[in-house]
């Protein structure tokens, strides 16, 4: 089964400094690979996701994530932080090892916390 | 816009209750998951369901069974709660294609006292 590992569990940072959040996953078979975020007191939203083809995508509020398959990592950056970023970030692969659907697999995520 | 709806945003129970989450989507999704979040573990499966009737342990379903009877609700059920079930407990739902993300609710924290 797959597994993912996000490294830092906090990262602090100042408004306006650029930032990147780390993400492993364990398997170098074919993946789909997202990141998500969660707002205080509030549910998952996703960020984005690869799939496949360009290893640089772009996702919602100005962030973007390497997939590097040699690394097996899929790290997501931003480069100029607002103090609205302050939140939770998961990163999660798809699982195929059930046979009936995919279920995502999720990191412990990492909380980014910026200050003025 | 997609929606997945929680019954309750917080919740307090006693030990030994017998407590029910609801979780409905309106996407027609055919999987459904219940996750349980705590500091430092992150998300952890308890269970999925990927139709009606059909269910498939998670990571963690000890202490949990669920129901779903129809396609857009999935309950999760703690037949005697305990106080290590305190957590924030989130539904999601998600097509049946690999490529797609998952719709999270917006979560039940729970407090089992």
């Known amino acids: 089964a797959q597994s993912v590992t996000q490294l830092d569990s906090q990262v602090p940072v100042f408004e306006e400094a650029p930032v990147e959040l780390r993400c492993n996953y364990s398997?170098?078979?074919?993946?789909?690979l997202f990141w998500y975020v969660q707002y205080p007191n509030q549910g998952l939203q996703l960020l984005l996701k690869?799939?496949?083809?360009?290893?640089l995508v772009k996702g919602i509020n100005g962030f973007e994530a390497e997939f590097n398959k040699s690394q097996t990592s899929f790290h997501l950056r931003k480069p100029s932080v607002h103090i609205s970023d302050t939140a939770e970030y998961f990163c999660a692969v798809s699982d195929q090892s059930s046979y009936n659907t995919d279920k995502l697999i999720f990191g412990t995520g990492t909380r980014l916390q910026v200050f003025p | 816009d997609v929606k997945v709806t929680q019954s309750s945003r917080y919740l307090v129970k006693r030990t030994g209750e017998k407590v029910f989450l609801e979780c409905v989507q309106d996407m027609d999704h055919e999987n459904m998951f219940w996750y349980r979040q705590d500091p430092g573990l992150g998300l952890r499966l308890i269970y999925f369901s990927y139709d009606v009737k059909m269910k498939e342990k998670g990571d963690i379903p000890e202490g949990y069974s669920v129901s779903r009877e129809k396609k857009e609700r999935f309950s999760l059920i703690l037949e005697s709660a305990s106080t290590n079930q305190t957590s924030m407990y989130l539904c999601?739902?998600?097509?049946?294609?690999?490529?797609?993300?998952?719709?999270f609710g917006q979560g039940t924290r729970l407090t089992v006292v």
């Open positions: 690869y799939l496949s083809g360009s290893t």
């Open positions: 398997s170098s078979v074919s993946v789909y």
């Open positions: 999601a739902s998600r097509k049946d294609d690999q490529d797609t993300e998952a719709f």
